[in-house]
């Protein structure tokens, strides 16, 4: 019978479907075990976790992966034996120490996330060893296709579309790396495992999910650590770099976040590692009103990609990193340091927007927008503010359209017929009745 006191029945742990939760950490049905036993209405389990009901309804449905913290916050509330818990991934197979990032380093990156290993009710149970599908050499080529191909999809495709089935790779690439313990395949499943979250992760970004976004861009961090491979280890350092820098707009904890990926480069990298790199930073610095640093990282980044060498771009970069994506980021730092001239200048030189993806052009648009309403140029501001828009609407991106928004309240120039038409169509879009055109 359910009891309504707050220790948990003496045999609960030991039960069939309670066990089988515990050993694979599914801590959506161990959750919702204990809520069950004890006879608690699902806002009675909110109140004695101290969280909001609406997530413990997604835990308890399985939409809401757990953080380690989380999951022993949890356990030490609802009295679930922690030495019960499954925990994968927390130590290298060789035995040695894993390697943490040093949480005195920077704030808020303290305590990593291992979500894949806190699978939850929607993931598939780990199953004896005699019945796992079987690790091979194609095993990773094949995950990180289906990233590719996902990668691919994004330029051309709503984020919001993308996002259930880039997550449930997510699931599927951390199920396989489940599997992969123990034998030679683990690094390149890892590999494929870490491009998986950094893919979701930007999905959810662009959706305006701040907290899923960081939560994925960290386990990709971590899974590429587990790899030894300094390149992915890197990249994905300087991805979450360039999301706390851009999207969560905290240029402080960004650039600690670049200092620590320097230091995984190393002095002898590939021009396009360290020209990337060098261009995050320089935003990082933009972003606190350092316009030295800002300017000394750009030059830096310019002489690499004068390097000899700079052609092929390594993995897991996709294209060269080559004068025109410097002087992209130049304009970025212009616009930042309130250089409108020179912003539109470092814009001309750079790619135009026609050439990247329709999303990404959107977001450069809002940056040039900046640059013209710095300069006075009102209408041409406002035209390109239109145009993002309308794409931000039609792909269904948070992402841009809150670029959009966010440069209307930076704008406080002249109430023009060009300012009072961008007014209208971003209420018409907060009420419902918005057209794309």
């Not at 390697?99 to 704030?107: A, G, I, L, Q, S």
């Not at 330029?155 to 034998?183: D, F, I, K």
């Not at 309130?338 to 990404?360: I, Y």
């Amino acid at each position: 019978m359910p009891q309504r006191d707050g220790v948990p029945p003496p045999d609960l742990w030991s039960r069939p479907r309670i066990a089988a939760a515990l050993a694979t950490c599914d801590m959506a049905t161990v959750i919702e075990g204990v809520r069950s036993a004890r006879g608690w209405s699902q806002g009675e389990l909110a109140r004695a976790v101290d969280y909001s009901q609406s997530w413990v309804s997604r835990v308890v449905n399985g939409q809401q992966s757990l953080t380690v913290s989380q999951v022993h916050d949890l356990a030490q509330r609802l009295g679930i034996p922690l030495h019960l818990l499954r925990f994968g991934g927390q130590t290298p197979p060789d035995g040695a120490a894993p390697k943490e990032v040093d949480p005195t380093r920077r704030r808020d990156f303290g305590r990593v996330v291992a979500a894949g290993a806190l699978m939850t009710a929607t993931t598939p149970r780990v199953a004896p060893a005699h019945s796992r599908h079987a690790v091979n050499e194609t095993t990773a080529p094949a995950l990180r296709s289906i990233t590719g191909g996902q990668r691919r999809m994004d330029a051309t495709s709503s984020a919001r579309h993308l996002l259930p089935s880039a997550v449930a790779h997510v699931h599927l690439t951390e199920q396989m790396l489940a599997n992969a313990r123990g034998t030679p395949f683990l690094a390149p499943v890892s590999a494929a495992a870490s491009e998986a979250s950094g893919f979701a992760a930007w999905l959810h970004a662009d959706q305006g999910d701040v907290g899923s976004a960081r939560m994925h861009y960290r386990t990709a961090v971590v899974r590429a650590r587990q790899t030894g491979i300094r390149l992915l280890d890197v990249y994905m350092l300087g991805s979450l770099a360039a999301f706390e820098i851009d999207t969560a707009e905290d240029p402080e904890l960004g650039l600690g976040l670049v200092r620590e990926a320097e230091h995984v480069l190393g002095g002898t990298a590939h021009p396009t590692a360290n020209a990337w790199l060098a261009c995050v930073g320089a935003l990082a610095h933009a972003g606190i009103g350092d316009r030295s640093a800002a300017a000394q990282a750009l030059r830096r980044a310019e002489r690499e990609v004068t390097r000899p060498g700079n052609c092929d771009p390594p993995w897991p970069w996709v294209f060269a990193f080559d004068e025109p994506k410097v002087a992209g980021y130049r304009a970025l730092v212009d616009v930042r340091l309130r250089r409108p001239h020179d912003a539109r200048q470092a814009f001309a030189e750079a790619f135009a927007p026609s050439t990247a993806g329709a999303k990404q052009a959107a977001v450069l648009q809002i940056e040039l927008a900046s640059a013209h309403a710095d300069a006075g140029d009102v209408d041409e501001a406002f035209r390109l503010a239109q145009e993002a828009l309308t794409t931000g609407v039609e792909f269904g991106s948070e992402r841009v359209m809150g670029r959009v928004r966010g440069f209307r309240r930076r704008y406080t120039g002249p109430y023009a017929a060009c300012v009072r038409e961008l007014d209208e169509r971003l209420t018409s879009l907060m009420t419902g009745f918005s057209a794309c055109g």
